[in-house]
């Protein structure tokens, strides 16, 4: 297990992506999340600072509340739906994408791209992949109807020029080509990775660094990203995890099963 430490608390990577991806979270959003990471981000927000917020999932579940240490592996699995509010079929609750009721798109991938499209089919060509990966689901519904929230770790063979293959659209080409191919609403608004936080170029959407991790450099995220990155003018620091945000994480996830 890779840890990161300071003064305060010793981390893993993904509570550093759980952590920081929570606190882009606002109270009383409607978040779309995928089990693992995107899950513990928005349960921690609502532990936290965002009582309000309202979590989906795929399954057809409407506001759960997640039991700590019973966290569901699927989002079709029961412990998806304790105490939540409704639970609805699956095209019901993608309909709900589809009418704008959602804020926030929340999921990973195993490789993205400089304008934020998301890989998570196959890696190789297509007649004869070198791995096969889960595939689509509802992910081609979430980033094309919402603003999507990508975490996911920062390694070159992940972060490459262009995907292998679209399971979910970003921006496209860049530029005006999401919206010329038919999504003019939503769209990639932040990677959040172990290394830093990214965002989008406004005019040609491509990739931009706006804030650093504790102790990384713009050289050492370059390093790792397969493709030439922009930098904000005023690149901010964030603040590490805090050792309370990382005691509800461990209770929620006690055997490190997406945290360690």
């Not at 003064?7 to 882009?24: D, G, I, N, P, Q």
Request: glycine share 10%; aromatic share 6%; net charge negative.
């Amino acid at each position: 297990m890779t840890e990161q430490g300071s003064a305060k608390a010793t981390y893993t990577a993904s509570e550093l992506l759980a952590v920081m991806a929570s606190r882009l979270m606002k109270d009383g959003q409607i978040v779309f999340a995928g089990i693992g990471v995107p899950l513990l981000a928005a349960t921690l927000a609502q532990r936290f600072f965002a009582p309000h917020l309202t979590i989906l999932f795929e399954g057809g579940t409407i506001g759960p509340f997640i039991v700590p240490g019973e966290l569901p592996p699927s989002t079709n699995e029961q412990r998806c739906t304790r105490r939540s509010n409704m639970v609805l079929p699956i095209t019901d609750v993608l309909l709900l994408l589809q009418r704008g009721y959602v804020d926030v798109g929340f999921m990973g991938g195993a490789q993205i791209d400089r304008f934020g499209n998301l890989n998570s089919s196959f890696i190789g060509d297509s007649a004869n992949p070198k791995i096969r990966l889960p595939g689509t689901g509802g992910g081609n519904d979430i980033s094309s109807l919402t603003n999507m929230i990508v975490a996911m770790k920062h390694e070159k063979r992940r972060f490459v020029a262009d995907v292998d293959f679209i399971t979910s659209p970003g921006w496209i080409k860049g530029g005006r080509s999401r919206e010329e191919r038919g999504l003019p609403q939503g769209g990639l608004w932040r990677v959040v990775t172990d290394l830093a936080i990214m965002g989008f170029d406004d005019d040609t959407h491509e990739m931009k660094v706006l804030a650093l991790h504790p102790g990384v450099t713009p050289e050492m995220v370059q390093e790792n990203t397969g493709f030439k990155l922009l930098f904000d003018r005023k690149i901010e620091t964030t603040e590490p995890p805090r050792l309370e945000e990382l005691e509800a994480l461990r209770n929620l996830d006690p055997e490190r099963v997406y945290t360690a």
